[in-house]
């Protein structure tokens, strides 16, 4: 049975249609099954009711326009306990509804299961016999089964569908997806695509025929050139039988063969990139469909030579498509490099179809002050190219195609966030003290963007965390210890007399370098941090010695240790410091006869470290809370995971009592402390911060001036008297309300984006 569903999936997903993949759903389990009918059911959300997409046995007149409310009938009870019925006789079933239109009445036997897909049910699959009996186990774990594998599949379908539709009606259709950096952008989409995929290709027609033409001749002949000169290279390395495979694939491109499909296709309308998906998808089916295995192996030729045209393809629009002035990126999964490439002054917004709002990349986009949402539905991308987009990344909602009064109602919203902007400004040469005298260090976290950060070292009382990675990631190959030391000096130099906190190299997880790539199945519990600095102590040793070095008569360097998860990562690292400076003032005596020895502190955030506060008291001078991998590592939630990454919250009744307890150490036990994680440029945590006792805070430009004009409006006894509630409080929806109530008390509800009520489509 197992390689039956895996053949219904495959078909299913090659279909250009939703409508034709229902049907070869539907007929391929009635003949799987071996039952005479089968039939699915959609929930339409807009109408409360699910109607009949696809039948294969009942009256077909009926797909489209018979509809059961959501509590009516069979279907609507396999929806409401989300869970299979079977029954012998369904007839006999108090919920059992008859119609005339779906001719159903010759059917006793019926087994139905829900078709969910992240936490929502899309619909239902019923199979129906005319014998009375109960369907087996194994027909039921069957079709549950294939229901899961489907589910996937079938919500992209549903909503490209309602794109498409809503194309043809001129109406905006809203996504949903997971908030990052807060916001308001309008503008016109630019997709990246950084793998080619024909699932990322929508079906569109064009009239320009011969401009597709040209396109699609264009790029067979760059295809053409690609294998020639592959060939040629091989030649001598390779049998002459492997070399003549290149030969078979420039004969599958000749133009009566591949070429000759796909202008039909053309010719008939569709886009050179649809006509392309169109055939190749046509002859792959029908190579799996053969016997023989090795015809059902060119298969995978088939597809690899439509793969390479259709990336020439894309490269030659590219390289046509200039970036809109107001351009939203959107993007399979954002990384640092397709930000680089936007223009500034043009990149308004972001939309990363994966990914989640807590990733690295994600705290670029918040550094950088561009409104992103995260992990919305899996859509073909080419399905937003150019489109006219809003983003919503306050209430995490991307819209499609937006009406007049949708735009003139953001505009709005832009306009109002604005002028909050403007007064938070208009405080930042005060100091961030509360009105009962509580003085907060606002720090930044820096090393994404030099020149914005740099300009901003007046704003701040200095660097709490700078993420020396980042120039790691912009770099093709380690750099030189000069080369740090220049970077690291400019740096210090810029914020002195200010205190600079530098990390060290932080690599691992879902931060990656092209040129020491780790490949791992579990990054996050991996091989990260000072783990790799540890084991690579020649890396570890030239980034020390730049530090030190470029801390040379300035003195405002500390030094970081990131993912520190017990005492004897310390003690090692330690050493590695002490034989440093040995080694320096034994290779230059004269310069460094006497060197400033920075401050040493450990990063809070493997949850073991919160047990060992007082022993790294007795070893280091200070700690800093990295709440961003506290809370993942508390919560079990891998941050960079959108399937969970609505479980992943910082306001969790265990993550803010943790936050607490190290507070409470590190208070008792005079080791000093801050927190450098996002949760520091949060109004709702920077008042939860500070009722803990953190007097240092570290966070985004971007959050600087808000956060500050915050603090001054919020007494230290009130936001007390808040943290014992939430302390309290048995989830995180409860401390959101406490905390959303008391900043409404507190006069600060401008702060608060208030949702719009509908998620309807304007």
Same mark, same amino acid.
């Given at each position: ?40 059911? !959609? ?15 009942? +009256? ?21 306990? /989300? ?12 919920? !059992? ?46 079709? &549950? ?56 290709? /929508? ?91 090795? &015809? ?14 259709? !990336? ?57 002050? &561009? ?216 290779? !230059? ?25 007082? /022993? ?43 936050? +607490? ?25 920077? &008042? ?42 048995? +989830? ?31």
């Amino acid at each position: 049975m197992l390689a039956t569903m895996r053949a219904i999936v495959e078909q299913v997903a090659q279909q250009p249609s939703l409508e034709s993949a229902l049907m070869v759903f539907v007929s391929q389990v009635k003949k799987a099954m071996k039952t005479e009918c089968c039939s699915i059911y !959609f929930a339409d959300y807009s109408q409360d009711n699910f109607v009949l997409m696809a039948t294969d046995g009942l +009256n077909p007149a009926a797909v489209g326009k018979f509809r059961l409310g959501f509590t009516e009938g069979l279907v609507g009870l396999v929806a409401q306990r /989300e869970e299979p019925i079977n029954l012998a006789y369904a007839k006999s079933h108090p919920h !059992f509804i008859t119609s005339d239109l779906v001719q159903e009445e010759q059917y006793n036997a019926f087994l139905s299961v829900p078709v969910v897909h992240q936490k929502r049910v899309l619909g239902v699959i019923v199979v129906q016999q005319v014998a009375a009996r109960v369907f087996s186990e194994d027909e039921e774990s069957f079709l &549950i089964t294939l229901s899961a594998q489907l589910a996937p599949q079938l919500a992209v379908a549903q909503i490209q569908t309602l794109l498409q539709q809503d194309d043809l009606s001129h109406r905006s259709t809203m996504l949903k997806g997971i908030s990052s950096s807060g916001g308001i952008a309008q503008g016109h989409a630019y997709v990246v695509l950084p793998k080619v995929d024909f699932s990322s290709v /929508e079906l569109r027609k064009e009239e320009d025929k011969l401009k597709q033409k040209q396109l699609f001749l264009q790029a067979v002949a760059a295809t053409r050139k690609e294998f020639s000169t592959l060939a040629v290279s091989m030649q001598g390395h390779l049998p002459s039988e492997a070399v003549a495979v290149f030969e078979v694939y420039l004969q599958l491109l000749d133009a009566r063969s591949l070429g000759r499909d796909v202008e039909l296709e053309i010719a008939d309308g569709w886009c050179a990139k649809s006509a392309l998906k169109l055939v190749i998808e046509r002859l792959v089916q029908q190579f799996n469909a053969m016997q023989d295995p090795y &015809i059902k192996e060119r298969a995978v030729d088939v597809k690899d030579i439509g793969l390479r045209v259709l !990336f020439h393809l894309l490269n030659t629009e590219k390289a046509t498509k200039p970036y809109p002035e107001n351009t939203i990126l959107v993007a399979h999964t954002l990384t640092p490099a397709m930000l680089a490439q936007v223009p500034k002054e043009r990149l308004k917004g972001v939309v990363s179809v994966h990914g989640a709002a807590n990733s690295h990349a994600s705290i670029l986009t918040r550094a950088l002050n &561009i409104p992103t949402v995260w992990g919305i539905n899996d859509i073909p991308l080419l399905q937003f190219d150019n489109k006219e987009l809003i983003i919503d990344a306050y209430a995490g909602r991307v819209y499609l195609s937006p009406s007049e009064a949708l735009k003139k109602e953001y505009a709005q919203i832009q306009h109002r966030d604005a002028k909050l902007h403007d007064q938070f400004e208009s405080e930042y040469h005060l100091p961030s003290t509360t009105p009962d005298g509580k003085a907060i260090d606002l720090m930044l976290n820096a090393g994404l963007d030099l020149q914005t950060e740099l300009d901003s070292a007046r704003y701040c009382d200095g660097v709490g965390l700078y993420r020396t990675e980042s120039w790691f990631m912009q770099k093709g190959t380690f750099p030189s210890q000069h080369e740090q030391e220049q970077w690291y000096r400019q740096v210090l130099s810029s914020y002195h007399p200010a205190p600079v906190t530098m990390r060290t190299l932080d690599i691992g997880g879902d931060k990656a370098l092209d040129y020491f790539d780790i490949q791992e199945e579990n990054p996050f519990l991996g091989w990260r941090g000072i783990r790799v600095s540890l084991d690579h102590p020649e890396l570890f040793l030239d980034q020390l010695k730049a530090m030190i070095k470029a801390n040379s008569g300035l003195g405002n360097l500390r030094i970081l240790l990131p993912m520190v998860s017990e005492v004897g990562e310390v003690d090692e690292s330690l050493a590695l410091l002490e034989r440093a400076y040995y080694e320096l003032q034994q290779d !230059f005596p004269h310069e460094f006869s006497y060197i400033d020895k920075p401050l040493v502190g450990v990063m809070i955030e493997v949850p073991s470290s919160m047990y060992l506060l007082h /022993e790294f008291a007795a070893k280091v001078d200070f700690c800093s809370v990295g709440s961003n991998d506290l809370t993942q590592y508390l919560l079990a939630v891998d941050r960079a995971n959108s399937r969970v990454a609505n479980l992943f919250d910082c306001y969790h009744p265990a993550v803010l009592r943790a936050l +607490n307890g190290i507070a409470e150490q590190c208070q008792a036990a005079n080791f000093p402390f801050s927190l450098c994680g996002e949760l520091a440029g949060e109004p709702e945590g920077v &008042i939860l911060l500070m009722a803990m006792g953190f007097d240092s805070l570290s966070m985004n430009f971007s959050a600087l001036h808000k956060v500050k004009w915050v603090i001054r409006r919020v007494g230290l006894k009130a936001c007390q008297q808040l943290l014992a509630q939430c302390l309290s409080a048995a +989830n995180a929806k409860q401390v959101h309300r406490l905390v959303r109530d008391f900043m409404l008390e507190q006069g600060l509800g401008q702060l608060l984006y208030r949702q719009k009520d509908d998620d309807a489509k304007q």
